[in-house]
């Protein structure tokens, strides 16, 4: 059987890298291999994020760019997978005619039997279905041999917080913990195929297991800290409401947790994190990561802010500029507020203008420049 051509191609988040890189272990058996030539592809694979606008119009103007390839090669089979199919489902087939396939943030597993269907006779399939639990399925042994010795490994799927400028909990579902025990197989299959760092994730890794009655994250991280031949360990997101005590200890008591937290503030103000649905204040937050940097004091603590959420006064932004002044970040990313169609905050009143967002974003940055 000749092999055939798999182009892919990520936006988004880690959670989307790791989904791609499962997509092309999955196809192996289907003969795709994957190319760096977009024009001789046989199959295109374009994994989506929704988290803001841009990201969304990045994703339509890849298409557009598709367009032009199927009109020479109408072979050619274009699938559309991560959290812009989940939102869009059917009216994307409507707005790309050129789509073979739509899947959805949990139909990763079932994309191979979709190819299978559509190269047998070309139809169109969408299946953006989406459960409470989490699809196991399982890789080919052989297909773990890729280069480098990093890896992400996704230990939850979905959210529960509902911070109200967010898309996440729509289009990933809710928030569902892998077992221990698969978390742990997986990651001594990649040290023994010679991966020597794992990178965890979840939208919120610190409420690992909390509703299925699993194990604290912390203790998960103990097993994973125990495995022969792994070298490092890294993890993200952290939400700060739900950083605990022992997952701080866990910074001074493991020796291959790297010294580094990600951990997203979004404001300084707590008029606006309380409008954002965070549920937890400045004060909360100076104080966890005081106490971080007590544990352990060569940690890197980097965060996530958003400018111009609705209603955001020029006094909020300042307490934003003041709790960057204080904390002295190792590293920051800023976002203007963008209206997602299903998050709450999209109809919140007092809307902050693009003008305004601009300029923010870019004195937040000048500010935090000092410090990176
Ligand atoms: N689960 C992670 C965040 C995932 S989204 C967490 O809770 O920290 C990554 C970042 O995108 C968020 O931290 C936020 O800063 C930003 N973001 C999310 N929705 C946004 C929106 N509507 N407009 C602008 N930035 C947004
Ligand atoms: Fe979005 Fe909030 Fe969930 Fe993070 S915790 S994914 S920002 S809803
Ligand atoms: Fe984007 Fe989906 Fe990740 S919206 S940030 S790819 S979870």
């Known amino acids: 059987m000749n092999t055939k051509q798999l182009f892919i191609q990520t936006i988004g988040c880690q959670m989307?890298?790791?989904?791609?890189?499962?997509?092309?272990?999955?196809?192996?058996?289907?003969?795709?291999?994957?190319?760096?030539?977009?024009?001789?592809?046989?199959?295109?694979?374009?994994?989506?994020?929704?988290?803001?606008?841009?990201?969304?119009?990045?994703?339509?103007?890849?298409?557009?760019?598709?367009?032009?390839?199927?009109?020479?090669?109408?072979?050619?089979?274009?699938?559309?997978?991560?959290?812009?199919?989940?939102?869009?489902?059917?009216?994307?087939?409507?707005?790309?005619?050129?789509?073979?396939?739509?899947?959805?943030?949990?139909?990763?597993?079932?994309?191979?039997?979709?190819?299978?269907?559509?190269?047998?006779?070309?139809?169109?399939?969408?299946?953006?279905a989406v459960t409470d639990g989490v699809e196991e399925f399982d890789i080919p042994d052989a297909d773990r041999e890729r280069e480098g010795a990093s890896r992400f490994v996704t230990i939850m799927q979905g959210c529960d917080n509902f911070c109200t400028y967010c898309v996440v909990p729509y289009v990933r579902g809710r928030e569902f913990s892998r077992r221990p025990g698969r978390i742990l197989c997986e990651i001594e299959a990649l040290v023994d195929?010679?991966?020597?760092?794992?990178?965890?994730?979840?939208?919120?890794?610190?409420?690992?297991?909390?509703?299925?009655?699993?194990?604290?994250?912390?203790?998960?991280?103990?097993?994973?800290?125990?495995?022969?031949?792994?070298?490092?360990?890294?993890?993200?997101?952290?939400?700060?409401?739900?950083?605990?005590?022992?997952?701080?200890?866990?910074?001074a008591d493991l020796e291959k947790l790297c010294a580094h937290i990600h951990l997203p503030v979004q404001s300084g103000s707590n008029a606006v994190l309380n409008r954002m649905h965070r549920r937890y204040t400045r004060e909360d937050y100076l104080e966890k990561v005081r106490r971080l940097r007590e544990l352990r004091p060569d940690i890197a603590v980097t965060s996530d802010i958003i400018v111009g959420f609705p209603g955001e006064s020029r006094a909020d932004f300042?307490?934003?500029?003041?709790?960057?002044?204080?904390?002295?970040?190792?590293?920051?990313?800023?976002?203007?507020?963008?209206?997602?169609?299903?998050?709450?905050?999209?109809?919140?009143?007092?809307?902050?203008?693009?003008?305004?967002?601009?300029?923010?974003?870019?004195?937040?940055l000048t500010l935090q420049e000092q410090y990176t």
């Open 16 to 128: 989307n890298v790791y989904d791609s890189e499962q997509i092309v272990s999955l196809l192996k058996p289907l003969w795709y291999v994957s190319t760096d030539a977009l024009d001789r592809a046989d199959l295109v694979v374009l994994n989506t994020c929704a988290i803001r606008e841009k990201a969304v119009q990045k994703a339509f103007s890849f298409l557009g760019r598709l367009a032009e390839l199927k009109r020479k090669n109408p072979r050619m089979i274009i699938a559309v997978g991560g959290c812009v199919a989940q939102q869009e489902g059917r009216s994307m087939l409507k707005r790309a005619p050129i789509l073979d396939i739509v899947f959805g943030t949990q139909a990763v597993g079932r994309l191979p039997g979709m190819i299978r269907r559509v190269e047998a006779r070309r139809c169109r399939i969408i299946d953006v």
């Open 193 to 251: 195929a010679g991966v020597r760092e794992v990178t965890l994730l979840g939208q919120n890794v610190n409420s690992y297991g909390k509703k299925e009655g699993l194990i604290p994250f912390e203790a998960l991280l103990a097993r994973i800290n125990a495995v022969d031949g792994l070298h490092r360990i890294r993890f993200t997101t952290s939400h700060p409401k739900d950083l605990s005590p022992g997952l701080m200890s866990a910074f």
């Open 318 to 364: 300042e307490a934003t500029l003041d709790l960057v002044r204080e904390i002295e970040f190792d590293g920051l990313f800023a976002f203007m507020y963008s209206d997602r169609p299903n998050a709450p905050a999209a109809r919140f009143p007092d809307k902050v203008t693009e003008g305004e967002k601009k300029e923010r974003l870019q004195e937040l």
